[in-house]
């Protein structure tokens, strides 16, 4: 007798689980947004041979079809619990190395050993997978809500308008943390002091828009220094207009757009794009995919190489602060009444956003739970 | 004024403790089966010494007295709780190494320091010992109901109609997985592709015995191919009769009986015994005894080399699969409705018979307690 | 808007956090007594850099002023939680280097970048700070009762009458397992056989003097054969009268006075002052604060470090064991009834002494928060 697969992992993987300390929205109560598209990898690192990557506190085995397209299931067999990802990719499917159930891609099992005809309806978890513009997107939620028109824009990523590079780092922190790093550029003046600080940065006035769709952060700062970054690398010397947008899509994925123009000379402009998608490995540890992109000087490799490092640099300088600043959140909860002030506009405003969605999927999810 | 010692390791252990994800039998209460004899240790592992061995989630102190019976106590001292096993044995007793208190080895205090009458009873936790086979088997249950022969049958192992040799494996996962694997010999197909594997034994039909004492998983496979172990080692080439049969028995005890002659050549059969003890070190960690005897060319010590290092590697394969499968049961329970087939009539018969032992076991306990 | 800071770490990381075996005193309701001084540091440890430090599972930083006087504050920054001891003293403050936000010893806030007036009343948590005989004392409790007479008295650490050395151990066990071997010193026959032991200190009768401010454990051992340290290190060869007194008091602190006499010689005569503060570092952990004084042979600073070393190996011994006790009350509490006899008048009284505290504090704590 055969039963179904009756794996309820997402669901299990919340029930229980105290919410780490920095985990959760204020007022939500699960952990992760989970209808949405996720990068769960760029597009090389997903081959014939089977990939185990743990995304929002789930094990996931990633491998491409005979005809090179990705596909992903949830990793644990329904069998005995061994990880698929241990098996062989056989033409198509995936085969447990335990005792050869075998899998395709849509989560249908095609093969029980011993058995000849596989009975219908046998199947296990799979996730909606898109690929586009290098990275390999996974839907995280109810397979039946997936939509590829919500894959987040990160077209510049392979855009040949645009050059630059990219790599993914993994970070030790809850991926808000990352998130509301991103969403304040203010930290520069203090973090990156050999790269990034301005003193405009700080004393500039911080405009948030939000349409609904996506959350702006907006910087603009007339006439000032050129932060060593763009003195160093863009040749800019005298004064410049400089302004940063930096736009959050739920459910983790940032596009910074940063403009800098000579004040004096018009025509001497640049602009960089950095692709920021944050991917809950669990809820303490972060996959973070990250790019940057711009749009001049596109043969110059040299170029991309000294940004894509100086860039790097800048960030193993952050995920410094951030690693230790979750080591004190996880020895305890956020203050009732933390210090505020103005550079906190987009993160406060990205945190409330993201808890109402947090809790109206909750409330979607109860009602399809009570419909079903 | 001196107090009794009121170390109650086994209930405290329990209590409160969240039984891990595939440590507690379906339907069970308890983890583990505590009225029966477990194997604790190879007869050379004890000396005058003093072995800190930790048994079903407790830390047991084994030594031999002067005239080499070894001996068994809870390593805690019932003083102020640091371990024996670091102080000295002096003549029979062992002495803690704190602050001197003197045990024997039925648990009766035999020195208190400064004072030269040790009060009646007062005495800590001992467990009855048998050695036998060349192991050290210990009671971890009630001592009062240990019985000499409850010990499960492992004569082989020093059977001089019998040759072998075998280790302790320490394998990272709840024993219920080593007993599994052994229970479904099917995985050999897809984990010991280079040694065990046969096709016949993914699809040979699978019988089940239970007579109440044992439970006995049978394979019959008539005029198959042999598999590389049984080519390699004992010499057979055409076609032969293969018969396993494993033989469980509670608590944690398998032996398997594999039957190979050849078709061709009736006299040309060999059978060896590979003895199993999977004693829980703790929830996540079993302490996996394993012997290979024969019947055949018993002086042979190139022989007894060559199938031990073989069996070995085949069982670094399955410790693999295991610790892998482990690691995802720990982070989800199994599905309500997992997938099973006719290769799971052993593991799951064994399942349902331990955990009704546990609940038992359970009752028993309660009604002593009730009634004590 | 700017909210004042709510960080509340004190009552937080005790609520919902189970007391580890062995942390709580019987009775007790919190882990540590608070409204005490705890050695922090050693004077020379604390300079113009920020330094972490954990005392009772909270993070400190401490650094100091231009002046040179010393402060401390919370590690946690009351804006995102980034640790202050990662950013920068800038004159006498600290500035956090996350965003900026600047801090003055007291705890107010001095800085909030982008912002010309800093609102009043904006800080947060300060420790009341002592610094004294070659060491840093730090209130972990109300402000408000802060009383430096509190101090306990260890000024042999640099007294010009008294010579010696000494410093910290940390050792993986909850202070009070430090504390007990201090008050109990018959296991020095038992772990100390090279170095301290005396069969007569497991005979001698031990009294234990209590005075509502200190507790006192002293056993007067008279013309013994000296111990191989005094043997060895101070001269003595024939019979010698050996006096120890062991002075406990709250929270955490035990001075040993050991005076030797010879019986021939009675002119030939030491002192010895074991100074001992174990300032929890989180409920496993301890900085363990020693030195080790004597009165004569001041100059000798040969003589010094042979006692250093000869005390460290000692205390090397003590981290062992109780190293390997803790291990054992991780697993199992204390039993409800323990073996004691005389040897544990001293620990038992000190453990009812301060299980008392512990409930007073409590009470104290909750009549204030009643009041407030
Ligand atoms: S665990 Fe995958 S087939 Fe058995
Ligand atoms: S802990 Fe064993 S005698 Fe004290
Ligand atoms: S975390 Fe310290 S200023 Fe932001």
Known sequence: ??????????????????????????????IFLRNYWYVAAWSGEVGRAPLQRWLLNEPVVLWRRGDGTPCALADRCPHRGAPLSNGRVVGDDIVCGYHGLGFCGDGSCTQVPGI???????????????????????????????????????????????????????????????????LDLSHAHFVHQKTLATDAVVDAPVKTEFDGESLRVIRDMRGIEPSPFFKRLCGFNGAVDHRQEVTFTPAANIVISVRVRSTENPDHA??????????PETDRSTHYFWSLQRDTQLDDAALTDAMFTANRDTFFEDVAVIEAQQK?????????QPVRWHIDKGVDRAQRWVAKLLREEAAQTGRAAAAG
Chains 1, 2, 3 share one sequence.
């Open 1 to 30: 007798m055969i039963g179904l697969c009756g794996w309820d992992t997402v669901a299990r993987a919340e029930r229980g689980r105290r919410p780490a300390a920095g985990a959760a929205e204020p007022g939500g109560t699960a």
């Open 116 to 182: 000849d005809d596989v009975p219908a309806g046998l199947s296990t978890r799979h996730y909606p997978v898109a690929e586009r513009w290098g990275w390999i997107f996974l839907w995280m939620g109810d397979p039946a809500l997936a939509d590829e028109a919500a894959i987040p824009d990160y077209h510049w990523n392979d855009d040949p308008g645009w050059a630059g590079r990219g790599e993914t780092l993994p970070v030790a922190v809850n991926y808000t943390l990352v998130r509301d790093n991103l």
């Open 328 to 336: 004190m959140l996880d020895t305890a909860p956020e203050p009732a």
């Open 270 to 279: 640049v602009e960089n794009r950095v692709l920021n998608a944050m991917t």
